[in-house]
């Protein structure tokens, strides 16, 4: 051995400096190509929508389903703003400005076979809307119901109402009203009869409030989140789960402590956070292995992600509302469509230096969940390594 190293070694005392120079270069910039192709293979690329998924569905005044009607697509009006730069030589063209809201706060909820869960969530996500960002201002009959609807207890909205509460959001500036866009994820049952007929009951305009987008594959939660975004009408805009873990009422603490940091071009992240809860009865009953995982995962998004974003201490909880005018720095760049984009939205703020801020709210395990907890966290560290390296190494870019 030590004869093949003398050896080894005279061979490279024998070969002029500048072409071992030049071999060390190409071995390196020849590793460095094939981690660049390794991970450009690997890195997931966004599905770009169908047509078809650029509509909605909803309930007219009179009841009756819709037919497919174009969404608005703020993300479509910028492209199409900088493209008529582009073609008038003006590659220099930044101009991130969206058209003013239409209302103050739209709810965006990724469904798939949620029909099950989604009429209790959107029950409490309405009664709560209306009360405090709607034109009209609720009452509640005497036993605050009206009707059930697949055993789910509906609180009547009227038009003209008895009872004022207060419409604490809005400032006279600001715009009034409220949407909820139900994507529905390539869901095989009837998630998507199911909001439309909550949309049915609601009656009058408020049924008009509620619409649902169809896409005919699934995408994954980031997919059907990151889709909805794009179209929504509101000043504000949260994403929420169907399975209503989340505490809706909390989305006014989100909205108080997102005015709180917005900075000069009125940007700003709200993200829900359970940490608050590590170490509660509901945390300490979860299986060990379940646990494990979850602080395992926090390592690693520690160890991979940049300061900012790994000093949140819940990535993943799905309770986020974003300024309107944070959204052009973040949902055009998005590429994870699976469990980890929540991390992907957070880097993208940090890297627009967007402010962040972290809210606790009230959380409750909701039964049902399509998460595995073993195969589901591998693949999100998975996720997360490669999604880290794409944007590192220049596989992920900005427009």
Same mark, same amino acid.
């Given at each position: 051995m030590a004869e093949y190293l003398q050896r080894a070694i005279e061979t490279f005392q024998g070969v002029p400096l500048p072409l071992l120079l030049s071999f060390f270069a190409t071995t390196i910039l020849g590793i460095a190509l094939l981690i660049y192709l390794a991970i450009f293979i690997l890195a997931p690329f966004p599905r770009v929508a169908l047509e078809s998924e650029k509509t909605f569905r909803t309930v007219d005044a009179n009841g009756e389903s819709s037919q497919a009607t174009p969404l608005p697509c703020w993300q479509d009006a910028i492209k199409a703003r900088r493209k008529a730069a582009q073609d008038q030589g003006n590659f220099a063209d930044t101009d991130l400005e969206m058209e003013k809201p239409e209302i103050f706060m739209s709810l965006v909820v990724p469904a798939f076979n949620e029909q099950e869960r989604l009429c209790i969530m959107l029950t409490e996500a309405v009664a709560y809307l209306q009360q405090t960002y709607g034109k009209a201002i609720p009452t509640y009959e005497s036993n605050g119901v009206v009707r059930r609807h697949n055993g789910v207890e509906k609180i009547s909205v009227h038009d003209n109402a008895s009872t004022n509460l207060p419409n604490e959001a809005a400032t006279p500036s600001e715009p009034i009203g409220w949407e909820i866009l139900i994507v529905s994820d390539g869901s095989t049952d009837r998630t998507e009869e199911t909001a439309l007929e909550f949309?049915?009951?609601?009656?009058?305009?408020?049924?008009?409030?509620?619409?649902?987008?169809?896409?005919?594959?699934?995408?994954?939660?980031?997919?059907?989140?990151?889709?909805?975004?794009?179209?929504?009408?509101?000043?504000?805009?949260?994403?929420? &789960? *169907?399975? /209503?873990? $989340?505490?809706?009422?909390?989305?006014?603490?989100? =909205?108080?402590? @997102?005015?709180? #940091?917005? &900075? *000069?071009? /009125?940007? $700003?992240?709200?993200?829900?956070?359970?940490?608050? =809860?590590?170490? @509660?009865?509901? #945390?300490?009953?979860?299986?060990?292995?379940?646990?494990?995982?979850?602080?395992?995962?926090?390592?690693?998004?520690?160890?991979?992600?940049?300061?900012?974003?790994?000093?949140?201490?819940?990535?993943?909880?799905?309770?986020?509302?974003?300024?309107?005018?944070?959204?052009?720095?973040?949902?055009?760049?998005?590429?994870?469509?699976?469990?980890?984009?929540?991390?992907?939205?957070?880097?993208?703020?940090?890297?627009?230096?967007?402010?962040?801020?972290?809210?606790?709210?009230?959380?409750?395990?909701?039964?049902?969940?399509?998460l595995n907890v073993l195969w589901d966290s591998l693949g999100m560290a998975w996720g997360l390594a490669i999604l880290r390296a794409g944007w590192a190494i220049g596989v992920y870019r900005r427009w």
């Open positions: 949309a049915r009951d609601l009656g009058g305009e408020l049924s008009q409030s509620i619409r649902v987008v169809s896409l005919r594959v699934n995408k994954g939660k980031g997919g059907a989140v990151t889709h909805g975004m794009r179209h929504i009408r509101g000043q504000y805009a949260i994403f929420a &789960d *169907a399975d /209503g873990a $989340s505490r809706f009422e909390d989305l006014g603490k989100l =909205l108080t402590a @997102s005015k709180k #940091v917005e &900075d *000069a071009q /009125g940007r $700003s992240v709200a993200v829900g956070s359970r940490a608050h =809860l590590v170490g @509660s009865e509901a #945390v300490v009953k979860r299986s060990f292995v379940r646990n494990l995982l979850m602080h395992s995962f926090h390592f690693l998004l520690r160890v991979l992600t940049p300061p900012a974003t790994s000093a949140i201490r819940d990535t993943q909880c799905g309770f986020k509302l974003f300024s309107r005018s944070s959204l052009p720095y973040i949902i055009p760049h998005m590429h994870s469509e699976g469990w980890i984009f929540d991390v992907e939205m957070l880097m993208l703020a940090e890297s627009a230096h967007i402010p962040v801020v972290e809210v606790p709210i009230g959380w409750q395990e909701v039964g049902g969940s399509k």
